[in-house]
């Protein structure tokens, strides 16, 4: 079955950076792009990103063009969202989701908090 | 940047009372819309695609409509699982959300 397996919750302290991973399985990692989304504690979810898990190309948010950062590993079935210069209004969870037009499968997410 | 507008944001019902969710988009987005229901906690879970199919697993009480600029999606039967918070998005020019609509099963 399809799934989409996220590393876990991260404590971060503002000015540094964040990385977070999504490994795939149970399809050709390749056929698929990945979407990264975000939500803040009681906010609507966001688009940060999007990755073409074929070929490597990516597209970004204006709001995070700056900050973001998506690869992706084939070997390994993973994409990876780095955000850099952290705030603490990047305190969300993150989620990865693949791509068939929308979002048909997520990660379980991953919690993030920004704080001194 | 297309924004998707949700009405209203709350609604409480009691079980078996029909609940009609609003989402209206600032540009027509054809039929690439698609709901998402949330729960607290949880990665969302797709519940209907292309404006009106629903997903594999969701329950017939599940119903969607519309096209262009205004979508609406049904509970027919709302049961208390369905207490969540329900998203529309759309997928016509890369991805935004509506800001949700919290349901409450009385």
């Known amino acids: 079955q399809v799934q989409l397996v996220q590393s876990g919750a991260e404590v971060k302290k503002p000015g540094a950076s964040l990385k977070v991973s999504c490994q795939a399985s149970?399809?050709?990692?390749?056929?698929?792009?990945i979407h990264w989304v975000r939500q803040a504690p009681g906010q609507r979810l966001e688009w940060m990103g999007w990755?073409?898990?074929?070929?490597?190309?990516?597209?970004?948010s204006q709001k995070f063009q700056d900050r973001v950062t998506i690869t992706r590993d084939t070997s390994a079935s993973t994409a990876h969202m780095e955000l850099t210069s952290l705030k603490s209004e990047d305190t969300a969870a993150y989620y990865c989701?693949?791509?068939f037009g929308y979002g048909d499968y997520w990660g379980q997410g991953t919690r993030v908090i920004v704080s001194s | 940047e297309i924004v998707m507008t949700q009405s209203p944001a709350s609604l409480s019902v009691s079980p078996g009372e029909r609940a009609t969710l609003s989402c209206r988009a600032s540009?027509?987005?054809?039929?690439?819309l698609v709901w998402y229901q949330q729960k607290p906690g949880q990665a969302p879970r797709l519940l209907i695609y292309?404006?009106?199919t629903r997903a594999t697993g969701i329950p017939a009480r599940f119903s969607g409509s519309g096209s262009g600029t205004e979508f609406t999606l049904t509970i027919s039967s709302p049961q208390s699982e369905d207490s969540a918070v329900y998203y529309c998005?759309?997928?016509?020019?890369?991805?935004?959300f509506g800001q949700g609509t919290k349901v409450e099963i009385k």
């Open positions: 149970g399809y050709t990692f390749t056929n698929y792009p």
């Open positions: 540009e027509s987005i054809s039929s690439n």
């Open positions: 998005q759309q997928h016509n020019n890369w991805w935004t």
């Open positions: 989701a693949r791509d």
């Open positions: 292309g404006a009106s």
């Open positions: 990755i073409n898990t074929a070929t490597g190309t990516t597209k970004y």
